[in-house]
């Protein structure tokens, strides 16, 4: 991609409404826009970044066995009003008149409509266990929407829901969400902790929230510095009911809470020394809650000995687009964005130093050609711009290339996350960029 074709309004300097990090960055890199409060439109770099932790979301759902599908952002009450929360969920529902009158809303969250889609296909025990997921916007009319999409009103969520015969089968379901929680926020290059959580509008009584240290964070923390010397990503977890088993027992063996939950009995247990508080972003958040909505919206299968049975449920929550504030919180510098690689918008800047140059054209474009997941500046602008842009952008790699390099067919390679810079043949350069 040029950039002097590219869609990429940055800007100088730090927007005045922009009170954290990573809201700063993504107005000035040009990332997203705000239409009205906690309501943003996503430019088109923004956008690849978005779909991009969309997608690693997504292959961990389905490698856990959950099945996507899609529902309607817009909902009829009358499934609220059903599960009794029509009324309790309060002032955070948007709630939507047709011009025939009938009751409408924006999704907040999907339980109930799961709930009744499960009950018109389901006919046996044999349909169970089953976990559905989608990737849809919400809308919840925030009290303070801050932060850019960190808090948002309207904001991306990945949300599943599971149906289990009993308790036990339930379980097994909720574990399997939190290993590819687990996952999933390693392969964002993040680290979470899960941490006992309240349960909140969503009720019921087994819940664990997924948060990742940051100063900026808006919820406050309490765990054992233990956890982080534990070492679950090499023990290769998978999804049988006794690995999940023990991977559950190794996530949970640890102090780990939230100032809702925190419990001060079982935090003296902990050594002093041991002891961590501070802030983090929530990321996600898991749900057990039995049949809190499956009985009231008559959801009923009929059992192996014919009885019916009311299966068990869970529903679990990522923020997606709340995560390109996350990534960001958690990695830049004073210069600007540092991309995790399997999150970048594009692999690589080509900074093209003189633009209109044969030699250097051609140079840039024979890079070009051998990194296709690249944005080429080939703007006609000053070095330094070019560098500072590159930097704010925060593309993981960097080739540059000028006239000088170009008699020797020689480009520079500059890592973003470390600032180191090397001088390379146009091959070894795109060998270290693809590698
Ligand atoms: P919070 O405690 O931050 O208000 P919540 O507990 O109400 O969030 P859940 O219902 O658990 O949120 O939603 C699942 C996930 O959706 C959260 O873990 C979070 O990552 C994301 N999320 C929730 N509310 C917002 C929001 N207003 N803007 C952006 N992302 C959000
Ligand atoms: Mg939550």
């Known amino acids: 991609m040029r950039l002097s074709q590219y869609f990429l309004p940055t800007l100088k300097e730090n927007p005045s409404e922009a009170q954290i990090v990573s809201h700063r960055l993504m107005l000035r890199a040009g990332l997203v826009r ?10 088109p770099l923004g956008l690849r970044v978005l779909n991009r932790i969309e997608q690693i979301v997504r292959e961990e759902q389905d490698a856990a066995g959950a099945q996507e599908v899609l529902m309607p952002t ?14 309790d969920y309060g002032k955070e529902m948007l709630r939507i008149e047709d011009r025939h009158g009938r009751a409408m809303l924006y999704g907040p969250t999907n339980e109930e409509m799961i709930t ?20 849809q916007w919400k809308f919840r009319d925030e009290v303070r929407p801050r932060f850019g999409v960190m808090r948002g009103r309207e904001f991306l969520m990945k949300d599943a829901y599971s149906f289990d015969v009993d308790y036990e089968g339930a379980v097994v379901s909720y574990r399997a969400m939190m290993l590819a929680y687990m996952r999933t926020f390693q392969r964002l290059g993040l680290k979470a902790i899960p941490m006992v959580a309240d349960t909140g509008p969503i009720g019921g009584d087994l ?15 309490f765990y054992d510095a233990d956890f982080e010397a534990v070492d679950w990503v090499s023990a290769g977890y998978g999804y049988t009911p006794d690995s999940l088993a023990k991977f559950y027992g ?7 809470a939230t100032s809702e939950k925190h419990d001060t009995k079982a935090w003296a247990e902990v050594p002093a020394a041991r002891q961590r508080t501070g802030r983090g972003i929530e990321v996600g958040h898991i749900f057990y809650f039995g049949t ?4 009231p919206l008559g959801l009923s299968l009929a059992g192996p000995d014919g009885k019916p049975i009311v299966p068990h449920m869970g529903s679990y929550g990522v923020g997606v687009s709340r995560l390109v504030g996350a990534v960001i919180e958690a990695s830049h510098d004073a210069n600007g964005i540092i991309w995790p690689d399997p999150v970048a918008p594009f692999r690589a800047a080509i900074i093209n130093l003189k633009p209109g ?21 080939d703007r006609d602008a000053r070095a330094g711009e070019k560098f500072a842009d590159a930097d704010l952008v925060g593309l993981p790699w960097q080739v540059i290339a000028g006239p000088r390099g170009a008699a020797a067919g020689r480009v520079e390679v500059k890592r973003r996350a470390t600032g180191e810079r090397v001088e390379l043949s146009v091959e070894d350069a795109v060998a270290r960029v693809l590698g």
């Open 250 to 256: 190794e996530m949970t063996a640890r102090y780990a």
């Open 207 to 221: 819940s664990h929230e997924f948060i990742i240290l940051a100063e900026t964070g808006e919820s406050e923390i």
């Open 74 to 87: 817009i909902q009829p009450a009358e499934l609220w009003q059903q599960s009794g929360r029509y009324e």
């Open 34 to 43: 705000q239409q009205a409060a906690g309501i943003y439109a996503w430019l």
């Open 292 to 295: 809190k909505y499956s009985a």
């Open 357 to 377: 140059d044969a030699a250097t054209d051609a140079l840039c474009a024979s890079v070009a050609a051998k990194i296709p997941d690249h944005l080429l500046d």
């Open 116 to 135: 009744t889609i499960f009950k018109d296909g389901a006919k046996s025990y044999r349909d169970l266990p089953k976990n559905l997921y989608h990737i």
